[in-house]
């Protein structure tokens, strides 16, 4: 049975990296690459734009839990200095690379839903 398009689905789509229309097509055709179109229902994804819009988001989100955990373990344990550094560095950098696809993934799917594009002009409107 296919699955109704509702903002819910396109965002489980986006987060699964799929495209956001059939939910069978992948979005990207490398890490943070948006595919031309979709290989199963040529949805045209040529409009896409996530900007630094998932970048922006994920940096709270890594930040957040980071910060969190630094405090947590430096209140729980008072462990030497070098091993905050091997193990928040690595955690962030990791952290940060999972979660970046899946959320493009959403904030493309949220836009495909909402069919959000770049603002023009159109002729004449403008002087
Ligand atoms: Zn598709």
New binding site residues.
């Given amino acids: 049975m296919h699955e109704k398009n509702t903002i819910r689905t396109a965002m489980k789509r986006g987060l699964r990296c799929c ?1 956001p ?2 939910g ?2 992948r979005l990207f055709q490398a890490y943070l690459k948006i595919s031309d179109k ?1 290989s ?2 040529d ?1 045209d994804f040529s409009k896409a734009d996530s900007a630094d819009g998932p970048a922006f988001f994920i940096m709270f989100v890594v930040g957040f839990i980071i910060v969190i955990g630094v405090f947590i373990v430096e209140r729980s344990y008072a462990p030497p200095l070098w091993v905050h550094a091997v193990l928040w560095g690595p955690l962030t950098f990791g952290l940060s690379f999972l979660l970046l696809q899946p959320f493009k993934g959403l904030w493309i799917a949220v836009q495909f839903y909402h069919r959000a594009e770049e603002a023009r002009f159109s002729d004449g409107d403008h002087s």
């Fill in positions: 495209c229309h059939c069978q097509g979709c199963v229902c949805q």
